[in-house]
C-alpha cells in the first residue's frame, strides 16, 4: 500500500500502519465519478472501518465512514475545525469563515448572533414565500413539458430564499448563482481569484450600505451584531457574510438535483410519495440519508487512539458523512430508500458545535420544493438519451437535470 501512496504523492506519516493506507478515490475516481450514491455505501464493503486516504485531492487524511467514529470526531475538542475550505484568500487582507472556522467558546459567541433567525420557529415564517416562489418558477416552464430542473428550478428557488433571507435584491439571482457554481466547481485558479473578488466587491459595498440602513436581513444582523459587547471587526464581518453565501446556495441545489434524479428514476416511489403527503417529513429526511452533499474535515488536537488505531495530534481527519449515512451497523440495508425508518440522526448536516445552521431552512425548502413540484408535476422522467454526469467538486450532485413530463 505504500506503493499507491508513492503513486499519488501523498506523503504517509510514518505513525500510519501501512496496511491502512488506501486511495479511495473519493471525489476524483472513476467509480465516484460514475456514481457517487452507489461509490458511498461500496466503501463499507471494501474497506477497513477506519483508513488512511492517500487520494491527493484529500492531500492526506484519516477517513471515517462509520457513523459512530463520525459522530465521536464531531462532538469531540480533540479535533478542531482548521483550513475548513479551499477558497483562495489574500493573506494579507485574510478573512475567516466564520463560523465554521471557530472552535468553541468563540464559535458560540458568532453563531448567537445569527441563530434566532435560523431557528424552526423563524424559517417557518418563510413557508409562504418559499411557496410562493416554487409555484412561480413551475409556472414558466410546466406548460412546455420538460425543463432542464438545475437552471430552471434548483438553483433559482434557493438563491431566491437565500437572496430576501440575507436582504439582498433578486436582480442579482442570476449572478450570484454563477459566481457559486463557478467556485464550487474548482474552476482554475486564477478565474476562482476572480470571481472572490467580484463577490468582495458586491458584498463589501452592500456591508457599507447596512451600515448606514440597517434592515431585517441576515447581513444587516451580522453587521450590526456584536461579540463580547463590541461590533464585529470588518473582516469578520464580510467572514461571516461570505461564509453564508458559499454554505447556503451550492448545497441545496445538488441535494434537489439527486433526489428529482432518483424521483425520475423511480415512478413506483414517487406514486408512493404523493400517496402518502402526510409522511413528507420522513420520505425527505431518508432522501436526506441517502443523498448527502458533502463533508467534514477536522484535524486532531492531540494524540489518541480509535479502533485500536494510534493518530498523531496534527492528523487530518475526514469524515465522509454521506458514506455515514450508508453505515450498515446503524441503518440496515442502507441502500434501499425506506420512509419508515426508525428517526436516527441522519449526518448529512454533520453534529456537534459545527451542525449546520441552514438545517431548518434547507430542510424547508427541500419540503415545499417536494411538495409543490409532486403536486403540479406527479409525472416526469428523465429526457430520453440523458446520461446524469457528476464531476470533481466539494458539493456532490449532478451538473444538469433534463425532466420531461
Ligand atoms: C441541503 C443543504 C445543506 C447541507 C447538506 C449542509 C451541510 C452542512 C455541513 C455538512 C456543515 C458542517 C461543515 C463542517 O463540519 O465542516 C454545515 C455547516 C454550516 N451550514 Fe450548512 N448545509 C446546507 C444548507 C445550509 C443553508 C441553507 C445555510 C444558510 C442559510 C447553511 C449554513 C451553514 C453554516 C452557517 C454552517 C456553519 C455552522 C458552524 O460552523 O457552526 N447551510 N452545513
Redesign the pocket.
Known sequence: MAAQAQQTGVVIPDHVPPELVFDLGHITGLQFLQDPYEYYPALHEKYPPLVYDANPMMGGAWVAIKHADAFKA?RSADFT?KD?APFPRDPDNYFKLI??E?DPPE?RKY?NI?DPM?SPAAVLGLADDIRGLANQLIDEFVAKGECEFTTDFARPL?VSV?LS?MGLPLEMRDTFVEWVVSLIQFVDRSRAVQIMAEIENYLTSVIDEKRVRPDGGAISRIVHGEVDGKPLAERDVYGFVF??FI???D??Y??MNNMWVWLARHPERRREMIADPGNIDNQLEEL?RVF??????RTLTRDIEMRGVQMKAGDRFM?I?PAANYDPDVFPDPREVRFDRPRTPIL???GG???????H??RL??KIALQEWLRRIPEFSLKPGTEITYRPSGVIGPDSVPLVW
Open positions: 464531531l475545525i475548513a463560523p465554521v471557530f464559535h453563531r445569527l435560523l434557493p437565500f433571507f461564509f453564508l454554505a447556503g446556495i448545497t441545496v445538488a441535494a436526506l448527502g452533499v458533502t463533508f467534514s474535515g469524515c458523512l448529512s448536516f454533520t458545535v459545527h451542525a449546520c445552521m441552514g438545517g431552512l434547507a425548502e427541500i
